[in-house]
């Protein structure tokens, strides 16, 4: 069984629907993490989550709001989105949230496009 | 100015020759460094990784850093056709609040 897992894998979505992704991991890991990847750009790092709680939340608009309901499971609510939301977005974990040499162990990402 | 650096590429070499990725980096207190390595469609897979200056080998693979030149590097011996993929060069920093920083990627092509 995959580390991190990602559903749906692909999802095309109207700007006024409301949709779910789904992250689980089974690494027992504490810490996870969502991140948007577009082409041409970094990663960029959208939530992070350590023990259930949310440590960082790097400016992104409210029409992303993520759910950690316990520690191996993430979501994503979207609602409203814009066609500049199209993109892979990626779900990471790692053994702690601070401790800078842990690496993240990613998902295979949800391809979302917006129409 | 972008934290992480790397030249987009796409870069080629023959197969069986060294590939050479360099990522640079902006923050002077970064500790940890990854490369990861993403196939097309796939999530980003860990392949090495290095705290401390030098070289750190690990079969066809050797990453190299260099703090005062805030530098990191990977060599791949010996390419193979399956290293044909995307390589993210990551910097993370307990400065930044514990943030991993991303470069875009170098795209890495052997030819057969």
């Known amino acids: 069984e995959t580390g991190v897992t990602q559903t749906p894998r692909h999802l095309v979505m109207g700007m006024t629907n409301k949709k779910s992704l789904k992250c689980e991991q089974h690494l027992g890991h504490n810490a996870m993490y969502w991140y948007k990847q577009s082409a041409k750009k970094p990663l960029e790092l959208m939530f992070v989550y350590s023990l259930e709680e949310r440590v960082e939340n790097n400016s992104v608009p409210s029409r992303f709001s993520p759910e950690c309901p316990n520690s191996s499971h993430l979501f994503l609510h979207l609602h409203t989105l814009q066609p500049e939301d199209s993109a892979l977005y990626l779900c990471?974990?790692?053994?702690?949230?601070?401790?800078?040499?842990?690496?993240?162990?990613f998902g295979d990402g949800t391809r979302l496009s917006i129409l | 100015q972008k934290e992480v650096e790397q030249n987009s590429g796409p870069l080629s070499v023959p197969e069986g020759a060294i590939a050479s990725l360099n990522c640079t980096y902006s923050d002077r207190v970064s500790q940890s460094f990854f490369w990861y390595r993403q196939y097309s469609g796939k999530s980003p897979e860990l392949i090495m990784s290095i705290y401390s200056n030098g070289d750190k080998e690990d079969g066809r693979f050797t990453a190299q850093l260099n703090k005062a030149s805030q530098y990191v590097s990977l060599l791949i011996r010996d390419s193979q056709p399956s290293d044909s993929a995307t390589y993210l060069c990551?910097?993370?920093?307990?400065?930044?609040?514990?943030?991993?920083?991303f470069g875009t990627g170098t795209s890495l092509t052997v030819i057969p």
């Open positions: 990551a910097v993370n920093s307990l400065y930044f609040g514990n943030q991993f920083y």
């Open positions: 990471a974990s790692s053994q702690d949230w601070g401790s800078s040499n842990q690496p993240q162990h």
